[in-house]
């Protein structure tokens, strides 16, 4: 009973049942057997014996209570995480769902704004305005870019970007980000250049992540610079196009070389220079470039400044490559001139403002308008005598209905018309059926050379 008392260590209170009735009556029984010379010796031994298991039964039941303990703190760890996990997904998707209202929201107004800089662009008659009218052409192209990285940003994080492989010509992609962050660099009394390859450059990966990473490291280049400026630039690296981003900034630290691309990371002497951000721009560079299959790195001296790049497979340029990256540099540099129209149009929109843009465009255009506000409203338009050629209808309509139902409702009334989904939204239910079902979906803001070439070829007399 003694022996396997030891069994019932972890509980103590049984053990000390078990043991003392057996131990004791074993004690008890010792005088008949031995000699008196031998009986305060193994008295002795049986005390240290007894004392030797009582320690080892309250370590035992220490340890068993302790191992009890982390099971229910684990236990309750694990809930708690659950927890935590459930609600950082439920925040992330309300922040998701903030994110594409807010940005409908937003985009609503610079839609209107860039209409109307092209309506009063062709209206004017003052040659010194042109530049200014050009710049506000740019700054709404910069506003819209900022944008779609907002909703990039959001989709990286949340996991839910799908990559696109496409041939993309390196030099029109570059200056097009250059031209993004050119007045940011003046503004910080910086030089902002590219060195161009001579439209040799071309590498096949995601479009929307290449600009992405490549506008974080212009990003960063500028604000943590103080004199110069930054360079950027595509090298050949054996098989592989190199893009590199050099700035005369401040430099990493050698000590802070391992953190560089952690969230959240900023050394102290970023925070000196400029406050605003919260180090998640190369964390994204890094995500980007992991999505695309690209490597990446960099150099820095502290104090000199860096080069950080990126590096991607080419792909042998050709004519069709080359024009394709024309074609793309035309439509990012509104510079285009843009003629006469003629024909009839029905746009679907509650918003006011947005309807006095589209009627300040279309009819500087030639085009003939009506902006109604429901399906109602459109329906008694076309009953009128009114029959469009082109319908755009905008997805969201304050009086609750669907936009996309009300343009197949109005291009069943008018079968010879040509129709398309208008949203500031990117990702919705409606927009993923329409564009499902072969319906064009357009995003705002909507650039008005897009919008001129589309409805050139909808309001040609020659068949579509």
């Not at 927890?83 to 985009?107: G, M, P, Q, W, Y």
């Not at 690296?237 to 959240?264: K, L």
Request: hydrophobic letters at 40%.
């Amino acid at each position: 009973m003694a022996g396997n008392a030891t069994h019932q260590a972890p509980i103590l209170s049984i053990f000390k049942r078990f043991f003392m009735v057996g131990w004791n009556g074993t004690v008890l029984l010792m005088p008949w057997t031995l000699h008196d010379a031998e009986w305060p010796y193994v008295m002795l031994l049986s005390v240290s014996y007894s004392l030797g298991m009582y320690r080892h039964a309250k370590i035992s039941h220490h340890f068993f209570v302790r191992m009890a303990w982390l099971e229910e703190e684990g236990a309750r760890l694990a809930s708690n995480y659950k927890e935590a996990k459930e609600a950082a997904e439920e925040a992330l998707k309300e922040k998701n769902v903030f994110l594409n209202t807010a940005s409908h929201d937003l985009r609503q107004p610079v839609h209107a704004m860039g209409f109307l800089i092209e309506s009063i662009s062709r209206r004017n008659t003052d040659p010194s305005l042109q530049s200014s009218l050009m710049d506000l052409k740019q700054s709404v192209h910069s506003v819209t870019q900022m944008f779609n990285s907002l909703l990039d940003l959001s989709k990286i994080a949340a996991g839910a970007v799908q990559i696109k492989n496409e041939t993309i010509a390196l030099d029109p992609l570059m200056e097009d980000v250059v031209s993004i962050f050119q007045e940011e660099a003046k503004s910080r009394g910086l030089q902002l250049r590219m060195k161009s390859t001579h439209n040799q450059a071309a590498v096949n990966t995601d479009a929307m992540l290449l600009r992405q990473s490549i506008s974080n490291l212009i990003h960063n280049a500028l604000r943590y610079t103080k004199h110069g400026g930054a360079l950027i630039s595509a090298r050949k690296r054996d098989n592989d196009w190199q893009i590199e981003v050099w700035d005369t900034g401040i430099g990493v630290a050698v000590e802070d070389q391992n953190n560089i691309y952690s969230p959240f990371f900023r050394h102290q002497h970023a925070w000196r220079i400029d406050s605003e951000g919260h180090g998640l721009g190369l964390a994204v560079v890094a995500r980007c470039a992991s999505l695309m299959g690209a490597t990446h790195g960099f150099t820095s001296r502290d104090g000199r400044g860096s080069k950080f790049w990126l590096r991607l497979p080419a792909v042998p340029n050709n004519t069709e490559t080359a024009l394709r990256a024309q074609h793309a540099h035309a439509a990012t540099h509104p510079h285009v001139h843009l003629h006469p129209l003629s024909g009839r149009c029905l746009i679907v929109d509650d918003d006011p403002l947005v309807c006095q843009a589209w009627e300040s465009l279309l009819l500087s255009w030639h085009v003939q308008i009506q902006c109604v506000a429901s399906s109602v409203q459109a329906l008694s338009t076309i009953n009128t005598g009114f029959q469009p050629q082109v319908i755009l209808c905008d997805q969201r309509l304050r009086a609750g209905e669907s936009g996309f139902d009300v343009l197949r409702e109005l291009l069943e009334r008018c079968p010879d018309a040509h129709g398309a989904m208008i949203s500031g939204e990117f990702d919705s239910p409606e927009l993923r059926q329409a564009e499902h079902e072969g319906y064009l979906v357009l995003h705002k803001p909507l650039d008005p050379e897009k919008l001129h070439v589309l409805l050139a070829r909808w309001l040609s007399p020659e068949p579509a």
